[in-house]
């Protein structure tokens, strides 16, 4: 595996942890379709929502904050993931929406997690 998979993978579990901590329900992770993939799907138990998370993962600032990554052409396409997901699954009559779950790792200090919420 190389690097950066393995920093997503890394990434991915801490926002797992970091939702489930604040009630969320996990549906799927990685979830994968025609149009691309999706880091994690939720349920929001305050809005009864289901939430697409894309996870964006930094080691430093060097490249930038980690949420600036997703960018309009990232954007369309979870979108696009999110609808077929929707029209695929139970959850279709559900309102839904996009977030974004940014870490950024330090060597020596707990990671900084951002969770930016309707992008």
């Known amino acids: 595996m190389d690097d950066r998979r393995e920093l ?3 990434g991915e579990g801490m926002a797992l942890d970091f939702l ?4 969320y329900q996990i549906l799927e992770r990685q979830w994968r379709c025609v149009f691309g993939e999706v880091d994690l799907i939720c349920l929001d138990p305050a809005s009864g929502e289901v939430v697409f998370v894309e996870v964006k993962t930094r080691q430093s600032l060097e490249s930038g904050y980690p949420e600036d990554a997703v960018t309009p052409k990232k954007r369309k396409s979870l979108e696009a993931v999110g609808e077929w997901f929707l029209r695929q699954s139970a959850w ?3 309102p839904y929406r996009f977030d974004v779950v940014a870490i950024i790792l330090n060597d020596f200090a707990k990671p900084e997690i951002t969770h930016l919420q309707g992008i």
């Open 20 to 23: 489930t901590e604040l009630g």
């Open 8 to 10: 997503g993978n890394l």
């Open 92 to 94: 279709e009559a559900k």
